[in-house]
């Protein structure tokens, strides 16, 4: 398959809810609620290539040639803590998904991913993976993430992001040139923190207030 450097997702209600979402008054209750619904209605589009079957079933009047999903199961891969909460917005549509969890948080003064936690589903390698974490900074935690899952055999491997640095997308991209990315939404830069400017502050702070 053909694959483009980045899909920007900018339906209309993903740029609103990104706008909500970047609001320094929206409340952690609010924000954790756009998150997951940004989740599903980017699940939407990153799942438009899945391969379907035509199959017959009966309705109650008659047959039918209908089309259903066919082909790899899923595995949704979160980046703790962020990308939690974007898992039940792409369970809200792919119910059927299993669930990874990768532990890595920055170290605040080389910037680099630090690993603690991995537990992923025991058939990873014969599933289609969508790695979740709102933001791709660096993309070091992404990039590290994705290495891991593909040390477990996955060969099929995208990435959902809402917002990106510029850094992030050029180093995700870089490293793993075969992972379709998809983001809400591409910011200016990285300030000397490693945070992205406009960006919406710490997503993990956010979601789960512990700020
Ligand atoms: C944040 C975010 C990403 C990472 C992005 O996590 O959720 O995982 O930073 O930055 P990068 O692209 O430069 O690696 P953080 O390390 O703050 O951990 P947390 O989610 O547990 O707060
Ligand atoms: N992690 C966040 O949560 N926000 C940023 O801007 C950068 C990394």
Redesign the pocket.
């Known amino acids: 398959m053909s694959k483009e450097p980045m899909i920007l997702i900018n339906h209309p209600l993903v740029q609103h809810k990104v706008a909500l979402l970047r609001d320094v008054n929206t409340g952690t209750k609010e924000f954790k609620e756009i998150v997951s619904e940004l989740a599903t209605l980017m699940c939407y589009e990153a799942t438009r290539d899945l391969p379907t079957e035509e199959v017959e079933i009966e309705t109650p009047l008659a047959t039918a040639k209908v089309h259903m999903l066919a082909g790899r199961k899923l595995a949704f891969v979160p980046?703790?803590?962020?990308?939690l909460g974007m898992v039940d917005g792409m369970l809200a549509l792919v119910p059927a998904a299993r669930v990874g969890h990768i532990g890595?948080?920055?170290d605040p003064e080389t910037?680099q991913?630090v690993e603690y936690y991995c537990k992923l589903p025991s058939d990873i390698a014969e599933r289609d993976v969508i790695v979740l974490?709102?933001?791709?900074?660096?993309?070091?935690?992404?990039s590290d993430a994705i290495t891991l899952i593909k040390k477990r055999g996955a060969k099929t491997i995208k990435f959902i992001g809402i917002i990106a640095a510029p850094e992030?997308l050029e180093r995700l991209q870089k490293n793993h040139p075969d992972v379709q990315i998809y983001v809400a939404a591409l910011d200016d830069c990285l300030n000397d923190h490693?945070y992205i400017v406009p960006g919406l502050g710490?997503?993990?702070?956010r979601i789960f207030g512990t700020k």
């Not at 980046?79 to 990308?83: E, P, Y």
């Not at 974490?133 to 992404?142: E, F």
């Not at 710490?202 to 702070?205: E, H, L, R």
């Open positions: 980046i703790l803590r962020a990308g890595l948080y920055r910037l991913p974490d709102p933001m791709l900074a660096t993309g070091g935690s992404a992030g490693g710490d997503a993990g702070d």
